[in-house]
């Protein structure tokens, strides 16, 4: 079966800081995909970064990269010079084949303070 | 703006009732995808629809059902309302199936059953 599993319930950080969220997955197939997804108080789902399995060169948008590490099945976000507006639900995602559901963690509460 | 609607973006309801939730995906996205949001059981994928054709199933209850019109606009049918579907429910849409694998989603309907 495959699962995804965030360990860190809530998390925090202050502004400028550096954060890291972590999050494990398990599947079979050998080309899928990653995701960290945001959702902030308004509720709206929104991509932060995408990771493909085949891509051994870890994915970076901004102040937010990855580190995927494939035989570990390991696959956490890095915030970097963290802003108040980073506060939000992070949710690690799993999508076994192109154009199928995806998989979510249970989700990461991020809080950032000033 | 994602670009895929939904609505309403709230409703409350009576237990026993039923209610359509509707989508519109991006222009020119062919699969839409259902998603529940609860505090107990997290974002789970309901089911998925490609082309007007049912593509894939998740944990969706048989009190639910969907469909996906010629127009590919969505509509998601929840019937006999208990008070553990107040949920909040997510639609989303993704390109050719194939090839894409960003999912654009909604913001959702939040739903309450009293």
């Known amino acids: 079966a495959q699962t995804v599993t965030q360990s860190q319930p809530e998390m925090s950080v202050q502004e400028a800081e550096t954060v890291t969220l972590s999050c494990t997955y398990d599947t079979s197939e050998s080309d899928y995909y990653l995701f960290w997804y945001k959702q902030p108080p308004s509720r709206q789902m929104i991509l932060v970064i995408r990771?493909?399995?085949?891509?051994?060169q870890n994915a970076t948008e901004n102040r937010f990269s990855v580190n995927f590490q494939k035989a570990a099945k390991s696959f956490s976000l890095k915030i970097s010079d963290s802003q108040l507006g980073d506060a939000a639900m992070y949710f690690c995602?799993?999508?076994?084949?192109?154009?199928?559901?995806?998989?979510f963690g249970k989700g990461t509460t991020l809080s950032v303070s000033s | 703006d994602s670009g895929v609607t939904q609505t309403p973006k709230h409703l409350i309801t009576a237990t026993g009732q039923r209610v359509t939730l509707r989508c519109s995906p991006r222009s020119g996205d062919l699969s839409v995808y259902w998603y529940q949001q609860s505090l107990d059981q997290g974002l789970q994928f309901l089911i998925q629809?490609?082309?007007?054709?049912?593509?894939a199933k998740g944990n969706i209850l048989e009190r639910f059902s969907a469909q996906q019109f010629p127009d590919l606009h969505s509509e998601l049918n929840l019937s006999s309302l208990e008070l553990g579907d107040s949920a909040l429910y997510f639609c989303a849409s993704s390109g050719t199936g194939r090839t894409d694998t960003e999912a654009f989603f909604g913001q959702g309907t939040r739903l309450t059953v009293v």
């Open positions: 990771q493909e399995a085949y891509k051994q």
């Open positions: 629809y490609y082309n007007g054709e049912e593509r």
């Open positions: 995602a799993l999508q076994n084949q192109a154009g199928t559901a995806l998989i």
